[in-house]
């Protein structure tokens, strides 16, 4: 071979393992670059992309490698992947809801109607619906430390299941569940999933290239997975360790498919009709689950919830779609007759990293570079979308402050706010409100860190605003006194404003400010407006323990989690309905926020609430760094990065780093730090301990990262450790208790979800979103 033959045949090689192949009608050169990116970062070894519109496939494209060990080949677009988890949508649910229209099985039947041993242990009311939208109470999956194999073992472990939270009351992701779905089908049926779903499904649409135990034949073409427990590269055979126990079909996971067949199932949910009929497919991928929690779940999609983020920014809530363990994801919008398919073996070959990120941006991209008509694009969530109360106000020209009745010509009003009260265009609320007709700025108040956010003392005496001269009255101090406001200064206005950016968590003192305020609203029979703002981390997910009644202070204002998952607009609601308060208040709602918006979903900017949380991972972490704050350990303040730091002159940092490491805690990853703080705890101090890193921030329970970090404190620093305050934010004394007793934090943690339940249920009917 001539050196110039060798050297092209490198070069085509090297195209074929980025670029694979391409069968596109349309480019979307965002998705390439996304794909291409990841492929060179390391993030994935490659992937496939297929995105459909208006029937048909208008985008296929492989990228980067198919395998890297023990040898490197190419991705191509029609390589096979086990799907894992799209195995609940793609197979499981399709073959229930067969069921339920033939008027074989119902919907809101228990399960043991047709399983009688699944009533065991609290289950004889979980039905079916429970099951398809994950709202059973079940736990995430059977005990894989157990010795067991063979699907009699499976189905007895099943059966023989607990619930862990009351049924129908909160959502919880669960494998269990399928696995309880699929033992259904094939007592109702006769037949195996595997077969069922074979003559039911796959074979009816065409998916030739689907199914459970792909042949020997199809192994050239099936993505490697990664190295088993007998360092055995999985190919061809079920990455999922319960599906493998089980002989490789299980309802949770189990199938393999390429996208051109996820595409005809795709179709299928827009209305295909060759399986299922128009009826059976709205229940499959409208909003099903019971009660009103804020999730919303199909019958066997996601909808909305904190596994959503491969909706993407632009498809709105009303489309659906799903995720697999090993990098894989659909999302359909039916308001744009659109999908988009990803396949990736992302684990491949030592476990990977999380692609959460990945699969949003390539949603993303592809909805906002198809060419959709202006009836579709009018569907699609614009850019920059969240507008916050102030901006609405402004949209509807102060309408709902101007209907207060006042006696004077303009309404006179007292505004709560700091420097994070301003506008999409960047405006102060004080000075938009100060020059707004028909409306008199009478009075600021500013609560802890001071009006420009940057004072981190209890001495902050009032002041006037530099540029409005309007009086600037503190509400933060060394006294309950001078945390609230003044009656007087109340009485003399007509309405109050409240308009401040929050953490989303319980021990954050603008959430007590509020309940202040509301009191003193209700006080001086004044109407108090509060113009909403975004939780930062999002409205779904709901963490921590309640705290104990009887324990009201400044950090703790009403018994709620340490993540409550409400706007200050929706915990106003909750204070003002749960705790009887009765003063007039009206929520400015935000415009298109949804639940599982993070604040980097909002296009808004991030304006640091508090001087030490200064972005986004370190609010994200602040629940649970924050519960350790007021024992003997740094958090970081003074530091660069506060709440992404801890440590203290007496720790190790290299052994702390190493000990939560193995206790696998989901969503962070720790490194051994050292750090001087300039200020507050060990200032001018050398401190060693960790740095948490945020992997996955939906996996991530940060209140209960918090007591793995106090128990692994506890456990290496007995003597150094101060445990005097360690319930001081937590305010859950049993927790304290338990945790100094030595119990595992996974015990402990467990113990919140009866109260968490409960919080949810309550918390319902208080949700603007």
């Not at 048909?56 to 980067?64: I, T």
């Amino acid at each position: 071979m001539t050196k110039l033959l060798r050297v092209m045949l490198t070069a085509l090689l090297l195209c074929a393992a980025l670029w694979a192949q391409e069968s596109s009608s349309q480019p979307l050169p965002e998705v390439d670059h996304l794909m291409e990116q990841a492929v060179a970062q390391g993030v994935i070894p490659g992937g496939v992309v297929l995105v459909g519109h208006d029937g048909r496939v208008v985008y296929r494209k492989a990228f980067g490698w198919r395998a890297l060990e023990p040898t490197r080949e190419a991705m191509t677009a029609d390589t096979i992947f086990d799907i894992a988890s799209l195995t609940k949508p793609v197979a499981t649910a399709p073959s229930v809801m067969k069921l339920i229209q033939d008027g074989r099985v119902g919907l809101d039947d228990p399960v043991a109607k047709y399983l009688p041993e699944f009533a065991a242990n609290g289950k004889q009311q979980i039905t079916i619906r429970e099951l398809l939208t994950h709202f059973s109470g079940l736990r995430e999956d059977l005990d894989r430390q157990q010795e067991w194999s063979g699907r009699e073992a499976a189905f007895r472990m099943v059966m023989d299941e607990t619930p862990v939270t009351e049924p129908g009351t909160q959502f919880r992701y669960s494998d269990i569940n399928y696995l309880a779905l699929e033992f259904v089908v094939e007592k109702v049926s006769g037949l195996s999933l595997e077969g069922f779903a074979q003559r039911t499904v796959f074979a009816p649409l065409g998916m030739s290239e689907t199914r459970f135990l792909p042949p020997a034949a199809w192994r050239e073409r099936t993505a490697p997975t990664e190295y088993d427990e007998h360092h055995a590269m999985l190919r061809g055979v079920v990455h999922d360790p319960t599906a493998r126990r089980m002989g490789g079909v299980a309802g949770d996971a189990g199938v393999f498919s390429t996208a051109d067949d996820l595409a005809k199932f795709a179709e299928e949910m827009l209305g295909g009709h060759r399986v299922l009929n128009a009826e059976t497919l709205k229940w499959m991928t409208t909003p099903q689950q019971p009660g009103h929690t804020g999730v919303l779940r199909g019958l066997g999609w996601d909808i909305d919830s904190p596994f959503s983020r491969a909706r993407g920014e632009a498809y709105a809530v009303g489309s659906f779609g799903h995720t697999g363990y090993t990098g894989t994801s659909i999302w359909i919008d039916p308001a744009t007759h659109s999908y988009v398919i990803l396949l990736t073996n992302r684990v491949h070959p030592n476990g990977g990293v999380n692609i959460n990120a990945l699969r949003s941006q390539i949603a993303t991209a592809a909805a906002r570079g198809l060419l959709l008509t202006p009836e579709e694009k009018a569907h699609l969530r614009p850019a920059n979308t969240v507008k916050s109360g102030i901006d609405v106000l402004e949209a509807h020209n102060f309408a709902e402050l101007l209907a207060v009745p006042h006696a004077a010509s303009e309404l006179r009003v007292a505004l709560v706010t700091n420097q994070t009260g301003v506008d999409a265009a960047g405006r102060r609320t004080i000075d938009v409100l100060s020059a707004a007709q028909g409306v008199k700025l009478a009075a600021i108040f500013s609560p802890e860190h001071g009006i420009a956010g940057n004072v981190d003392t209890t001495s902050i005496a009032n002041s006037r605003d530099e540029r409005t001269g309007v009086p600037v009255y503190s509400v933060y101090g060394g006294s309950d006194a001078k945390r609230r406001p003044s009656l007087e200064v109340l009485r003399a206005v007509d309405a109050i404003v409240f308009d401040l950016a929050d953490a989303g968590v319980r021990f954050y003192t603008y959430e007590t400010t509020l309940g202040y305020f509301l009191e003193a609203a209700a006080a001086t029979a004044r109407p108090i407006f509060v113009l909403d703002r975004p939780n930062p981390l999002g409205g779904l997910l709901v963490q921590g323990p309640t705290s104990d009644a009887g324990r009201e202070s400044f950090i703790n204002y009403g018994e709620v989690p340490v993540r409550h998952g409400l706007t200050l607009g929706e915990l106003a609601r909750y204070y003002n309905g749960e705790r009887r308060i009765g003063a007039t208040l009206t929520v400015v709602p935000m415009a298109g926020w949804q639940r599982a918006d993070w604040f980097d979903a909002t296009g808004l900017t991030w304006v640091s609430p508090s001087p030490n949380l200064r972005n986004l991972d370190e609010a994200t972490l602040y629940p649970g760094l924050g519960l350790l704050e007021m024992t003997n350990v740094s958090v970081g303040r003074g530091t660069d990065t506060p709440f992404a730091v801890l440590g203290a002159p007496w720790m190790r940092g290299a052994e702390l780093a190493a000990y939560l490491t193995r206790r696998a805690i989901p969503g962070v990853r720790f490194a051994a730090a050292e750090f001087t703080p300039a200020a507050s705890v060990y200032a001018q101090k050398k401190c060693s301990g960790v740095r948490v890193l945020v992997a996955d921030r939906l996996a991530l329970d940060a209140p209960e990262m918090g007591v793995e970090i106090a128990a692994a404190l506890r456990k290496l620093y007995a003597k150094e450790f101060d445990t005097a305050k360690l319930d001081a934010l937590m305010l859950h004394e049993a927790s304290a208790r338990a945790l100094l007793s030595g119990a595992d934090p996974r015990d402990v943690a467990a113990r919140w979800k009866a109260a968490l339940a409960e919080f949810m249920a309550r918390r319902g009917k208080y949700l603007l979103y």
